[in-house]
């Protein structure tokens, strides 16, 4: 079974910020999951992408899931710098 879910990008003059929103009242858990898993990857890649992410509550019932991607994590690690 599949819940609702609306998701928000925003943008800034020094990245993007997305969110997703549900209706769940239970908080995300990151996991470790198993080679043969079929769940359990989501914030494992919410935190190997983002500058810096979170949880936090929504107006009404449930919560909220952001992360901000400015670049500069990406660029750190690969040694890419971008030059206007």
């Known amino acids: ?3 609702a ?3 928000i ?3 800034s003059p ?3 910020r997305i969110e997703v929103d549900d209706a769940s009242s239970g ?3 990151q996991r470790e999951p198993g080679a043969d898993d079929c769940d ?3 914030l494992l890649l919410v935190d190997a ?3 810096r992410w979170g949880v936090s509550a929504r107006p009404g019932i449930g919560k909220r899931v952001w992360s ?3 670049g500069t994590r990406a660029e750190r690690e690969s040694g890419r710098h971008h030059v206007d």
């Open 1 to 3: 079974m599949f819940a």
């Open 5 to 7: 879910i609306r998701l």
């Open 9 to 11: 990008f925003s943008s």
């Open 14 to 16: 020094y990245g993007v």
């Open 27 to 29: 908080r995300p858990q």
């Open 40 to 42: 359990g990857r989501g």
């Open 49 to 51: 992408l983002s500058d």
């Open 68 to 70: 901000e991607l400015t």
